[in-house]
């Protein structure tokens, strides 16, 4: 069965860029479309978009367009995302899930990122 | 963008209780909906998809109905481990979005 695996808490300045990545094992990642959502501290869930590693085509939420950037390493079976230009508001965990005709199964245990000065 | 509300925002109940939770979108998804469980700490978790089917592996206490723009999730028979926040999301179109979530905690 597909599980995802997320790299490591990131602690990043205001103005600066993190990228997180999602390694997927038990499947290839070309096989499914991988979607990212962040939760900040005690809130709910917020959806960034999704990327169909296959064919390399991305969908953005408009409020992060031109901010956000997903991208997929088929030799590795790992997506990434990257956000630039960060605040304090984007302090949230970051997590990538499976899409499957909209619902989405499983999650990556999440990648906490802190921004701060 | 497709807004999604969710009722109570919070619930109590007890161990065996049956729990009702509602989920509203402002626009017609169809059955695209998902409903996912919560634990602290944790990654959310899928329990239904497509409005009212249960994931394969899951709890039979837990079912899921509606269409259009009314929705329902149902605990039958609460145990520890539903204590947690319940979030629906909608798929019908981009952007993707969740209500707000339900936490149910213990009475």
């Known amino acids: 069965q597909v599980q995802l695996a997320q790299s490591e808490t990131e602690v990043k300045k205001p103005g600066s860029s993190v990228m997180v990545s999602c390694k997927a094992s038990?499947?290839?990642?070309?096989?499914?479309?991988v979607n990212w959502v962040r939760q900040a501290p005690g809130q709910g869930l917020e959806w960034l978009g999704g990327?169909?590693?296959?064919?390399?085509?991305?969908t953005y939420a408009q409020q992060f367009q031109g901010r956000v950037t997903f991208t997929a390493d088929h030799s590795t079976s790992t997506a990434y995302m990257e956000l630039t230009g960060l605040t304090s508001e984007d302090t949230a965990i970051y997590y990538c899930?499976?899409?499957?005709?909209?619902?989405?199964?499983?999650w990556g245990q999440g990648t906490l990122v802190s921004v701060s000065s | 963008d497709i807004q999604m509300t969710q009722s109570p925002s919070s619930v109590s109940a007890s161990l065996g209780d049956r729990v009702t939770i509602t989920c509203r979108a402002s626009?017609?998804?169809?059955?695209?909906l998902a409903w996912y469980r919560q634990k602290p700490g944790r990654a959310p978790n899928l329990l239904i998809s497509?409005?009212?089917g249960l994931e394969s592996g899951g709890p039979s206490r837990f079912s899921g109905s509606g269409s259009g723009t009314d929705f329902i999730l149902v605990i039958n028979n609460l145990q520890p481990e539903d204590f947690a926040t319940y979030y629906c999301?909608?798929?019908?179109?981009?952007?993707?979005?969740f209500g707000p979530g339900t936490t149910v905690d213990l009475k």
């Open positions: 899930a499976r899409e499957t005709s909209g619902s989405l199964d499983p």
């Open positions: 038990g499947g290839s990642i070309n096989s499914f479309v």
């Open positions: 999301q909608q798929a019908n179109s981009f952007p993707f979005t």
């Open positions: 497509a409005a009212g």
């Open positions: 990327i169909i590693p296959l064919f390399n085509k991305s």
């Open positions: 626009q017609n998804v169809s059955t695209w």
